[in-house]
């Protein structure tokens, strides 16, 4: 059986969000991934993006709110009444484990758990600090994500940890959340990017060729990954085809975001002895 999940960020109300709305459920509905995980989610009242477009898709939803919007609400004073948060969806049943701030940043981490027809599967989506400077923020913040990793109640398949990073893979804190090039986050932990099978492991997700991206003058990098737990969970997961998605126009000609995303293939292997 094969698992496809995936991972992107949505780009919050940015550059016109109601206009990029169709190319976004567009660009989902080609996925037809199983599990998604997203970040930079609006939401509005008792209304957001992730739940409406897992309407439109046939999927069931978790989304977890941020406490604090004011990130973005004051770049875009017409949406001040917005909030922003992060979301799974799945072709299964999903249901909340927890929801964490990530170090007063404005962003958080939102753990589920997915009924799968292979066994239950602890999946997490997680949003990090953006500032070109804040790799000792990420640290810390990689470290919630490492004790909720193990403190969580075991899981039939291996952990999922879905998110934006905004690091790359050679920075100090996907080599700490990996846990297998330096000293692990937690003791025993390793998270293997999945990036490694990649044709092209370092084909960027923050692109210059995007046409939000390009004003910046910013360079390309893969700041956006999808992590497996390794050794853990009863059911075995093999890493297939790794692949960049949204990385171009929907067919209405409009780009659905500023990221890129990475889906990845699993192949269910047999149960552990």
Same mark, same amino acid.
């Given at each position: 059986?094969?698992?496809?999940?995936?991972?992107?960020?949505?780009?919050?109300?940015?550059?016109?969000?109601?206009?990029? /709305?169709?190319?976004?459920?567009?660009?989902?509905?080609?996925?037809?991934?199983?599990?998604?995980?997203?970040?930079?989610?609006?939401?509005?009242?008792?209304?957001?993006?992730?739940?409406? #477009?897992?309407?439109?898709?046939?999927? !069931?939803?978790?989304?977890?709110?941020?406490?604090?919007?004011?990130?973005?609400?004051?770049?875009?004073?017409?949406?001040?009444?917005?909030?922003?948060?992060?979301?799974?969806?799945?072709?299964?049943?999903?249901?909340? #484990?927890? #929801?964490?701030?990530?170090?007063?940043?404005?962003?958080?981490?939102?753990?589920?758990?997915?009924?799968?027809? +292979?066994?239950?599967?602890?999946?997490?989506?997680?949003?990090?600090?953006?500032?070109?400077?804040?790799?000792? *923020? /990420?640290? =810390?913040?990689?470290?919630?994500? $490492?004790? !909720? *990793? +193990?403190?969580?109640?075991?899981?039939?398949?291996?952990?999922?940890?879905?998110?934006?990073?905004?690091?790359?893979?050679?920075?100090?804190?996907?080599?700490?959340? =990996?846990? !297998?090039?330096? $000293?692990?986050?937690?003791?025993?932990?390793?998270? *293997?990017?999945?990036?490694?099978?990649?044709?092209?492991?370092?084909?960027?997700?923050?692109?210059?060729?995007?046409?939000?991206? $390009?004003?910046?003058?910013?360079?390309?990098?893969?700041?956006? !990954?999808?992590?497996?737990?390794?050794?853990?969970?009863?059911?075995?997961?093999?890493?297939?085809?790794?692949? +960049?998605?949204?990385?171009?126009? $929907?067919?209405?000609? +409009?780009?659905?975001?500023?990221?890129?995303? *990475?889906?990845?293939?699993?192949?269910?292997?047999?149960?552990?002895?």
């Amino acid at each position: 059986m094969r698992l496809r999940v995936a991972t992107w960020n949505l780009w919050w109300r940015f550059g016109d969000a109601d206009g990029r /709305r169709a190319a976004v459920l567009e660009t989902l509905r080609a996925l037809d991934a199983d599990v998604i995980g997203l970040q930079e989610v609006w939401c509005r009242g008792a209304a957001d993006l992730a739940s409406e #477009l897992a309407a439109e898709l046939g999927m !069931h939803v978790v989304f977890g709110p941020s406490p604090d919007a004011s990130s973005w609400t004051v770049r875009s004073p017409a949406d001040v009444d917005c909030g922003i948060g992060n979301a799974v969806l799945a072709r299964w049943p999903v249901h909340r #484990l927890h #929801l964490e701030g990530l170090c007063g940043s404005g962003r958080v981490l939102l753990g589920t758990t997915v009924d799968t027809p +292979v066994g239950s599967w602890h999946v997490q989506s997680a949003h990090l600090t953006s500032s070109a400077s804040g790799s000792a *923020v /990420r640290c =810390e913040q990689v470290r919630v994500i $490492a004790r !909720h *990793v +193990v403190a969580a109640p075991p899981t039939d398949l291996p952990p999922l940890v879905l998110g934006d990073f905004n690091a790359e893979a050679a920075s100090d804190e996907m080599r700490l959340i =990996e846990g !297998h090039l330096t $000293a692990p986050a937690e003791p025993g932990l390793v998270l *293997v990017n999945t990036r490694r099978w990649a044709a092209d492991p370092d084909e960027p997700t923050w692109s210059p060729r995007n046409p939000y991206v $390009a004003p910046s003058g910013s360079p390309p990098s893969r700041i956006d !990954h999808v992590l497996v737990g390794a050794g853990r969970g009863t059911v075995r997961l093999r890493v297939g085809d790794v692949a +960049v998605f949204g990385d171009g126009p $929907a067919s209405d000609g +409009v780009w659905p975001s500023d990221h890129h995303g *990475v889906v990845v293939d699993l192949e269910v292997a047999a149960p552990r002895e």
